[in-house]
């Protein structure tokens, strides 16, 4: 039985190779094949049903062409998606309250 944290890890780390295949443009069936890993196993692992031994995990980094290393990035991940958030909610707001906004973030950056 897996404990909390475990759990959450392998989610977090499911949903970064699924982010590293889709931008590749790579469907589960694609980066299977290039890893030698079956569909199944590679669709469990991005769901965190189940917790991929190092060796798996280096297959997938070599076919998708990146350091075993980068897919244990999740810190740029989040703060990629953070910023995507707030650009999103920038595009919906005038010009006076761009300012306050750019002022905030002024202000913590002083901190």
């Known amino acids: ?3 909390k944290g475990m ?3 392998l989610q977090v780390l499911g949903t970064r190779i699924r982010d590293l295949r889709n931008r590749k443009g790579y469907s589960i069936e694609k980066l299977a094949h290039e890893a030698g890993l079956h569909p199944t ?3 469990e692992i991005e769901r965190a049903v189940v917790n991929p031994s190092i060796i798996s995990l280096k297959k ?3 076919a998708l062409k990146i350091p075993l290393s980068q897919i244990f990035e999740f ?3 989040e703060k990629e998606k953070i910023i995507e958030s707030l650009q999103m909610e920038l595009r919906g707001m005038d010009e006076k309250k761009i300012d306050v ?3 905030v973030i002024k202000g913590l ?3």
């Open 7 to 9: 759990e959450e890890f």
């Open 75 to 77: 810190d740029k991940d």
């Open 60 to 62: 997938i980094a070599d």
């Open 1 to 3: 039985m897996k404990d």
């Open 109 to 111: 950056k002083e901190l």
């Open 41 to 43: 196993y590679l669709g």
């Open 101 to 103: 906004v750019k002022a």
